[in-house]
């Protein structure tokens, strides 16, 4: 069965400063990873997603993210933080077309001013 | 930009009240999810639904639930005696045939059993 570890459950970084949010998985063979974001009372947003070819993945919102299959690790990277990125963010993974997601328990991120 | 929506966006109800969670999905997609997120808890997966029938389903999803598109456009979800531990948030998502790996979601609607 698949599975996702976000081992931060809480992050705080100054506003311009540089993020990275953990992303461990399990599946047994390649996956669909993705990485979405939820600011307060709305929806899950999607940031990026990977399924194939270059392991460096870029998204919106000046987000990326690189895959690592030796490491089982999908984190996601934000060279400099602006305010309004503060929201929580889960990494998610698929195992094919039209299948279900498996989330991780979210990581809360806070940016200081 | 299309995006899928979702009505209402707050319930409260009575245990053992049915609930209809209501969802449009983006016009041109095909497979369509329920997702809940219990308070604090991680984002799970319900159901899936396709051509007219359900997918996969998850454990959570057992007798009390079950889903339906009425016509073209809506998606529900139905709990038919709801309990004290159905109170979550959930979460319509839909995804298109060319890319169906890729789910959108909606807001979610946030239903509070009494």
């Known amino acids: 069965a698949q599975s996702v570890t976000q081992p931060d459950i809480h992050i705080t970084v100054s506003e311009g400063a540089s993020l990275e949010l953990r992303c461990n998985y399990s599946y047994g063979a390649t996956p669909y990873l993705f990485w979405y974001v939820q600011s307060p009372g709305q929806g899950l947003q999607l940031l990026l997603k990977?399924?194939?070819?270059?392991?460096l993945v870029q998204g919106i919102k000046g987000f990326e993210a690189e895959f690592k299959r030796s490491q089982s690790s999908f984190n996601l990277r934000k060279p400099s933080v602006h305010w309004s990125d503060a929201a929580e963010y889960f990494c998610?993974?698929?195992?094919?077309?039209?299948?279900?997601?498996?989330f991780g328990t979210g990581t809360r991120l806070q940016v200081t001013l | 930009e299309p995006e899928v929506t979702q009505t209402p966006s707050h319930q409260v109800t009575q245990m053992g009240q049915e609930v209809i969670l209501r969802c449009v999905p983006i016009s041109n997609h095909l497979y369509f999810y329920w997702y809940r997120q219990i308070l604090g808890q991680k984002v799970e997966f319900l159901v899936s639904?396709?051509?007219?029938?359900?997918?996969?389903k998850s454990e959570i999803f057992d007798d009390q639930f079950s889903v339906e598109r009425p016509d073209g456009s809506n998606f529900t979800l139905k709990i038919r005696s709801t309990k004290l531990e159905d109170s979550a948030m959930y979460f319509c998502a839909s995804s298109e045939r060319r890319s169906a790996e890729t789910q959108y979601f909606g807001p979610g609607t946030r239903l509070l059993v009494l």
């Open positions: 990977y399924f194939s070819g270059d392991t």
């Open positions: 639904f396709y051509n007219n029938e359900i997918s996969e």
């Open positions: 998610a993974v698929g195992a094919g077309t039209a299948s279900k997601l498996t």
